[in-house]
Nanobody, 124 residues
Framework: VQLQASGGGLVQAGDSLRLSCAAS????????MGWFRQAPGKEREFVAN????????AYADSVKGRFTISRDNAKNTVYLQMNNLELGDTAVYYC??????????????????WGQGTQVTVSS
């Protein structure tokens, strides 16, 4: 499956932003989808993931209550709604996927497919 992330940009602290990741080339419903981010000089970190039906979700503690992951299987797209953005959210955001049943997989090594990344910059 090929993944194409979009929606990043420059925003101020407290603003909202929605990222999108369009998938192609596979049966979208069969993939667990995730979002990761990587700030300069830091390792790639888990943000959220969602199962094929969209019912099961997991979030990193740092984004709980502010970010919401969702998916539209009719559009083969997964979203990350980011509210109340903080300076620490500045990073390149990547969508990722693995085929199969849902597990709250938080390690990047557990994902087989990756998008190209979209930059999110939060300013004060």
């Amino acid at each position: 499956v090929q993944l194409q992330a979009s929606g990043g940009g420059l925003v101020q602290a407290g603003d909202s932003l929605r990222l999108s990741c369009a998938a192609s080339g596979g049966i979208f419903l069969s993939y667990v989808m995730g979002w990761f981010r990587q700030a300069p000089g830091k390792e790639r970190e888990f943000v959220a993931n969602i199962n094929g039906s969209g019912v099961r979700k997991a979030y990193a503690d740092s984004v709980k209550g502010r970010f919401t992951i969702s998916r539209d299987n009719a559009k083969n797209t997964v979203y990350l709604q980011m509210n109340n953005l903080e300076l620490g959210d500045t990073a390149v955001y990547y969508c990722a996927a693995f085929y199969g049943n849902y597990v709250a997989r938080t390690s990047a090594s557990g994902y087989d497919y990756w998008g190209q990344g979209t930059q999110v910059t939060v300013s004060s």
